[in-house]
């Protein structure tokens, strides 16, 4: 009537005829409210139900209808629809964005920021919740699982270090090394090259950095050095070379001029700085020296040696013996026949180191005799 639409309420009416300023829509009599849009020539009824959200644009501009019955008859609201909550994690209606995001997982979008005085769009990684954007310049990229190793998202890297495992990286051109946890890097120049096992690898290169787990050798400066404590040990520098592992009970370990010696109890080391000798005792000593050098090692207990009285033909049969017996064990020699009179000489080895005497009642008595002796370098060193 008069160019406006109007709806009345249940009841009986009628239209004037003369003059004929109003009339009756066809098929728009008895409209049912239950229904969720209603259209009748200009007039536009949405009916949002909780847990919904109704779409419409006003003269082009995108509105969200909140729960309730909305009733336009202005000629300038077009239906754009309604969508449930729980159907969609995520929808947009131009500037307007909806996220849910679940326990375990990152939504990777783009949001806009001011920096000085200016919008910047950057990347970002929402947590577990819900989140309402409006903003045209706000972008959806996806979900990542928060357990995912490496989550890269422009330039936002997430990387998961696992117990017992290394991440090696590249920054900026730099070699890094990440440790166990959780690591948020912000760089447009940033690489994850793979992980490594620290419990298998016991040396870990990567560019310029190398990591050990135990005692090790290397050179630092064109110098040698040793790691002896247990540990991780990171190095940032060109001029570092790893060598090779050595085993911390060896007796002596050697790069270079510089070395290592451990001496046990019970023994010395004999060694010569610049020709002089000079015995160290036992415990570790450490030596720097390219002219000080490590003889060998020597018991400072006593040493005995039995005494042993034999006769000339026993001394010839012993030796011939033993020549026989050394020539017998090459197979590719024929063995030789002993010579006469050889094996006929017997030596009772038992008795060899015993001297035989008599007493004045004529009775034998074996008599053994044994001689305990040190090296003057053993008494020095005790």
């Not at 790893?242 to 007796?251: L, M, N, Y």
């Not at 040696?305 to 090459?330: C, F, H, P, V, Y």
Request: aromatic share 8%.
């Amino acid at each position: 009537m008069n160019g406006k639409t109007y709806a009345v309420a249940e009841g009986r009416w009628w239209l004037m005829k003369n003059p004929i300023k109003a009339h009756w829509f066809k098929d728009a009599k008895n409209q049912t409210l239950d229904d969720d849009f209603i259209t009748v020539g200009q007039v536009r009824i949405v009916r949002v139900l909780p847990g919904e959200v109704g779409l419409i644009r006003e003269q082009g501009t995108e509105v969200l209808l909140d729960v309730g019955t909305h009733v336009f008859n202005s000629g300038i609201v077009s239906v754009q629809g309604k969508v449930k909550y729980d159907e969609l994690k995520n929808f947009n209606h131009g500037r307007y964005h909806y996220l849910r995001v679940d326990r375990g997982y990152f939504a990777r979008v783009w949001a806009v920021v001011m920096t000085d005085g200016m919008e910047t769009v950057v990347p970002r990684l929402l947590g577990q919740g819900t989140h309402y954007i409006a903003n045209h310049m706000f972008k959806f990229d996806g979900f990542s699982k928060v357990s995912d190793p490496v989550i890269a998202h422009g330039s936002i890297h997430k990387v998961n270090v696992v117990k017992g495992k290394i991440a090696k990286c590249v920054q900026d051109t730099t070699s890094r090394l990440l440790g166990e946890g959780e690591h948020t890097i912000e760089s447009t120049d940033f690489q994850v090259v793979g992980f490594e096992d620290i419990m298998k690898s016991h040396c870990i290169q990567h560019g310029t950095i190398t990591t050990k787990g135990k005692v090790a050798l290397a050179w630092k400066d064109n110098d040698p050095i040793f790691i002896t404590e247990p540990g991780l040990y990171e190095f940032d520098s060109a001029d570092f070379s790893f060598d090779s592992f050595r085993d911390a009970e060896e007796r002596l370990i050697q790069l270079g001029a510089k070395k290592i010696v451990q001496v046990q109890t019970g023994r010395v080391g004999v060694t010569y700085d610049n020709g002089v000798l000079k015995v160290l005792r036992n415990g570790t000593h450490e030596i720097d020296s390219a002219t000080h050098i490590v003889h060998r090692f020597l018991s400072i207990q006593e040493k005995s040696i039995r005494l042993a009285t034999l006769s000339g033909n026993e001394k010839l049969a012993r030796s011939m013996k033993r020549s026989q017996a050394g020539k017998q064990s090459d197979a590719s020699a024929k063995p030789n026949k002993p010579k006469q009179g050889v094996s006929d000489l017997i030596v009772d080895d038992k008795d060899a180191d015993l001297t035989i005497c008599e007493t004045k009642d004529l009775v034998k008595v074996g008599i053994r005799a044994d001689v305990f002796f040190q090296s003057p370098i053993q008494r020095n060193a005790s």
